[in-house]
Protein backbone atom coordinates (compact mmCIF):
# COMPACT_ATOMS: atom_id res chain seq x y z
CA UNK A 1 0.00 0.00 0.00
CA UNK A 2 1.39 3.16 -0.76
CA UNK A 3 1.35 6.61 1.23
CA UNK A 4 2.46 10.14 0.35
CA UNK A 5 3.40 11.76 3.96
CA UNK A 6 4.36 15.46 3.80
CA UNK A 7 5.64 17.50 6.14
CA UNK A 8 7.09 21.23 6.18
CA UNK A 9 3.75 22.88 6.74
CA UNK A 10 3.35 26.06 9.02
CA UNK A 11 2.90 29.90 9.27
CA UNK A 12 5.49 32.17 7.97
CA UNK A 13 5.73 35.52 7.46
CA UNK A 14 5.44 37.26 3.56
CA UNK A 15 8.81 37.46 1.81
CA UNK A 16 9.80 34.53 4.41
CA UNK A 17 11.00 30.48 2.91
CA UNK A 18 9.25 27.64 3.83
CA UNK A 19 10.33 23.91 2.46
CA UNK A 20 7.55 21.27 1.58
CA UNK A 21 8.62 17.39 1.58
CA UNK A 22 6.83 13.86 0.47
CA UNK A 23 7.73 10.81 0.59
CA UNK A 24 6.23 7.71 -1.03
CA UNK A 25 6.57 5.04 1.61
CA UNK A 26 5.73 1.11 0.21
CA UNK A 27 6.30 1.33 -3.34
CA UNK A 28 9.75 -0.47 -4.68
CA UNK A 29 9.54 1.09 -8.19
CA UNK A 30 10.65 5.20 -8.65
CA UNK A 31 7.53 7.37 -9.46
CA UNK A 32 6.46 8.26 -13.12
CA UNK A 33 5.80 11.57 -11.57
CA UNK A 34 5.46 13.49 -8.55
CA UNK A 35 3.96 17.09 -7.85
CA UNK A 36 2.28 19.49 -5.26
CA UNK A 37 -1.01 20.83 -5.43
CA UNK A 38 -2.75 23.56 -3.37
CA UNK A 39 -5.98 24.50 -2.46
CA UNK A 40 -7.03 27.66 -0.64
CA UNK A 41 -10.25 28.29 0.93
CA UNK A 42 -13.19 28.85 -1.54
CA UNK A 43 -10.91 27.98 -4.29
CA UNK A 44 -10.09 24.64 -7.00
CA UNK A 45 -7.36 22.91 -6.75
CA UNK A 46 -4.65 23.71 -8.41
CA UNK A 47 -1.25 22.14 -9.66
CA UNK A 48 1.34 24.25 -8.61
CA UNK A 49 4.61 21.98 -9.58
CA UNK A 50 5.23 19.02 -11.26
CA UNK A 51 8.73 16.74 -11.86
CA UNK A 52 8.27 14.22 -14.32
CA UNK A 53 10.83 10.95 -14.39
CA UNK A 54 13.15 12.34 -16.89
CA UNK A 55 13.71 16.03 -15.21
CA UNK A 56 10.91 17.49 -16.71
CA UNK A 57 9.37 20.21 -14.61
CA UNK A 58 6.36 22.27 -14.66
CA UNK A 59 5.20 25.59 -12.90
CA UNK A 60 2.21 27.22 -12.70
CA UNK A 61 2.83 30.87 -13.95
CA UNK A 62 1.71 32.47 -10.04
CA UNK A 63 4.81 30.73 -8.56
CA UNK A 64 7.66 30.45 -11.36
CA UNK A 65 10.40 32.39 -10.04
CA UNK A 66 9.78 31.46 -6.37
CA UNK A 67 8.94 28.02 -6.04
CA UNK A 68 11.44 25.13 -6.96
CA UNK A 69 10.10 21.49 -7.33
CA UNK A 70 13.00 19.01 -7.01
CA UNK A 71 13.27 15.09 -6.65
CA UNK A 72 15.78 12.53 -4.39
CA UNK A 73 16.12 10.06 -2.15
CA UNK A 74 15.46 6.05 -2.80
CA UNK A 75 14.27 5.74 -6.22
CA UNK A 76 13.50 9.45 -6.59
CA UNK A 77 9.91 8.74 -4.35
CA UNK A 78 10.79 12.17 -2.31
CA UNK A 79 9.77 15.59 -3.58
CA UNK A 80 10.24 18.83 -2.04
CA UNK A 81 8.89 22.13 -2.67
CA UNK A 82 11.26 25.00 -2.12
CA UNK A 83 9.32 28.56 -1.32
CA UNK A 84 11.07 31.35 -1.10
CA UNK A 85 9.68 34.83 -1.25
CA UNK A 86 5.96 33.89 -0.40
CA UNK A 87 3.08 36.02 -0.59
CA UNK A 88 -0.54 35.81 1.81
CA UNK A 89 -2.17 34.68 -1.90
CA UNK A 90 0.11 31.48 -1.34
CA UNK A 91 -1.43 30.65 1.84
CA UNK A 92 -3.45 27.07 0.85
CA UNK A 93 -3.21 23.34 1.98
CA UNK A 94 -0.67 22.25 -0.07
CA UNK A 95 -1.16 18.25 -1.35
CA UNK A 96 1.62 16.16 -2.56
CA UNK A 97 0.51 13.93 -5.56
CA UNK A 98 2.20 10.91 -6.97
CA UNK A 99 1.94 8.82 -10.69
CA UNK A 100 2.92 5.15 -10.56
CA UNK A 101 3.23 3.15 -14.10
CA UNK A 102 3.72 -0.18 -12.53
CA UNK A 103 1.63 -2.75 -12.74
CA UNK A 104 -1.17 0.21 -14.36
CA UNK A 105 -1.65 3.82 -13.96
CA UNK A 106 -2.11 4.25 -10.29
CA UNK A 107 -2.44 7.78 -8.35
CA UNK A 108 -1.98 8.76 -4.71
CA UNK A 109 -2.70 12.00 -2.98
CA UNK A 110 -0.80 12.81 0.25
CA UNK A 111 -3.03 14.07 3.32
CA UNK A 112 -2.00 17.74 2.67
CA UNK A 113 -0.35 20.38 4.83
CA UNK A 114 -0.94 24.17 5.46
CA UNK A 115 1.15 27.13 4.37
CA UNK A 116 -0.23 29.84 5.56
CA UNK A 117 1.96 33.25 4.92
CA UNK A 118 0.83 36.38 6.90
CA UNK A 119 2.06 38.94 8.97
Known amino acids: QVQLVESGGGLVQPGGSLRLSCAASGSIFSMYAMAWHRQAPGKQRELVAS????????YADSVKGRLTISRDGGNKNTVNLQMNSLKPEDTAVYYC????????????WGQGTQVTVSS
Open 97 to 108: YAVSHAGGTQTY
Open 51 to 58: SVSGGTTY
